[in-house]
């Protein structure tokens, strides 16, 4: 029983397969392009991934302050009808 890498159950023989069929409908000599434009297509997505993620965490810490303000806001006027 062969055991797959990862959940996906592509393993080595799987592989070497997807790889041969590349290669027959590529041919040799464009398989390195491909790969140089599935690189940098890879490393697009990954930018515009960590964009957002910055963007959604300074939206969360903006969120954070306000509240911490309104908090505070909240207890002063709280303490201020107490007195």
């Known amino acids: 029983m062969t055991t797959p890498l990862f959940i996906g159950g592509l393993g080595p023989p799987e592989l070497l397969l997807i790889a041969g069929i590349l290669i ?4 040799a000599s464009k398989l390195p392009e491909l790969a140089r434009s599935m690189g940098s297509a890879t490393g697009e997505f990954k930018k515009g991934r960590q964009e957002v993620e910055e963007e959604l965490e300074e939206i969360q810490d903006e969120d954070e302050e306000v509240s911490a303000e309104s ?13």
């Not at 027959?24 to 041919?27: E, I, M, N, P, W």
């Not at 908090?71 to 007195?83: F, K």
């Open 24 to 27: 027959l409908l590529f041919g």
């Open 71 to 83: 908090d505070a806001e909240t207890s002063g006027d709280t303490e201020r009808s107490n007195a």
